[in-house]
């Protein structure tokens, strides 16, 4: 069975920083890619950042290119975001969603296959 399990969410002030969890078990592909997704509250779900475990490309969204990180750790199957000069925009739940195929890589919702419950982050200005 496959899961993702999101952890490291919370409450910061604006310009501090945050750094989210991704522990994924029940993938048995070599080739896969674990996506950060935010949702902020009327909005819709969009995409934040990916990375393909097996070779490490990334991408991220426009609007966190220079504040936020991707990365993997593949020994202890956890994929992390870490978030710098967070912005009261910022505010959303995040979850990390896996892509069992990703070709290409890429941030569109409708082609991730597994979710995790989300983790709440909220950024006071």
């Known amino acids: 069975e496959v899961q993702l399990v999101e952890s490291g969410g919370g409450l910061v002030q604006a310009g501090g920083s945050l750094k989210l969890s991704c522990v994924i078990s029940?993938?048995?592909?070599?080739?896969?890619?674990i996506g950060w997704f935010r949702q902020a509250p009327g909005k819709a779900r969009e995409g934040v950042s990916c990375i393909s475990v097996r070779d490490g490309d990334a991408l991220y969204a426009d609007s966190v290119k220079g504040r936020f990180t991707i990365s993997s750790d593949n020994p202890k199957n956890t994929v992390y975001l870490e978030m710098n000069n967070l912005e009261p925009e910022d505010t959303a739940v995040y979850y990390c969603?896996?892509?069992?195929?990703?070709?290409?890589?890429?941030?569109?919702?409708?082609?991730?296959?597994?979710w995790g419950q989300g983790t709440q982050v909220t950024v006071s200005s």
């Open positions: 029940g993938f048995h592909y070599g080739h896969y890619a």
């Open positions: 969603a896996g892509d069992l195929l990703p070709l290409p890589l890429n941030l569109k919702e409708g082609e991730y296959d597994y």
